[in-house]
């Protein structure tokens, strides 16, 4: 199985930056995609971005230009970076794994909250 660690939320201002992390371990497979999902009470869990072993991304409209999704294949680890954050940005966030199975492991949330 896989588990994954989530770190770097908070409250930012908006206009602000923040960086996300999640770290997989356990059995990691070729062939995987990495992604950030978010969602809010009473609306549904969202892809924000997504990031494959090759490299390949794929983005939200709300978030091109201002977020950038990368990661570390030695590390198993993705990257969200945030920039020019909204308070419509605000959110949970949760780090999601797919095999090449397509079988899906989620992390347990972090929360970013954007207000002044």
């Known amino acids: 199985q896989v588990q994954l660690v989530e770190s770097g939320g908070g409250l930012v201002q908006p206009g602000g930056s923040l960086r996300l992390s999640c770290a997989a371990s356990?059995?990691?497979?070729?062939?995987?995609?990495m992604g950030w999902y978010r969602q809010v009470p009473g609306k549904q869990r969202e892809l924000v971005a997504l990031?494959?072993?090759?490299?390949?991304?794929n983005y939200a409209d709300s978030v091109k230009g201002r977020f950038t999704i990368s990661r570390d294949n030695a590390k198993n680890t993705a990257f969200l970076q945030m920039n020019s954050l909204k308070p419509e940005d605000t959110a949970v966030y949760y780090c999601?794994?797919?095999?090449?199975?397509?079988?899906?492991?989620w992390g347990q949330g972090t929360q970013v909250t954007v207000s002044s």
């Open positions: 999601e794994y797919t095999d090449y199975m397509g079988n899906v492991r």
């Open positions: 990031i494959t072993s090759g490299g390949s991304t």
């Open positions: 356990g059995s990691i497979s070729s062939g995987n995609a």
